[in-house]
């Protein structure tokens, strides 16, 4: 079955680095887009960042263009989220995604989150 297990979160102040990783199992993870979504308190869930397979494209939200690179390792079938220069705006927890077909419906599947605090 697929499997999503984010790592990496924690406290950094403002200014700040944290890189996030998110280790995938139970599917030909090279084949398949991979994102990165955040829900901060209060509010819906958005997309931080996209990776398609290998040679597809990257997809960034404008609030984290320039700060933020998403990558991510085939072999070791994982996904990374460097985060630089860190505001308290991106205070949230920080969601791995995958989504791909079971039977003839598409599913999102999704890691249990990783608690990213901005703050001094």
């Known amino acids: 079955q697929v499997q999503l297990v984010e790592s990496g979160g924690g406290l950094v102040q403002p200014g700040g680095s944290l890189r996030l990783s998110c280790a995938a199992s139970?599917?030909?993870?090279?084949?398949?887009?991979m994102s990165w979504y955040r829900q901060a308190p209060g509010k819906e869930r958005e997309l931080v960042a996209a990776?398609?397979?290998?040679?597809?494209?990257?997809n960034y939200a404008d609030s984290v263009k320039g700060r933020f690179t998403i990558s991510r390792d085939n072999a070791k079938s994982t996904v990374f989220l460097q985060m630089n220069s860190l505001k308290p705006e991106d205070t949230a927890v920080y969601y791995c995604?995958?989504?791909?077909?079971?039977?003839?419906?598409?599913?999102?599947?999704w890691g249990q989150g990783t608690q990213v605090t901005v703050s001094s």
């Open positions: 995604k995958v989504r791909k077909s079971k039977g003839h419906a598409m599913m999102d599947y």
């Open positions: 139970g599917f030909t993870f090279s084949s398949y887009t």
């Open positions: 990776i398609g397979p290998p040679g597809g494209s990257l």
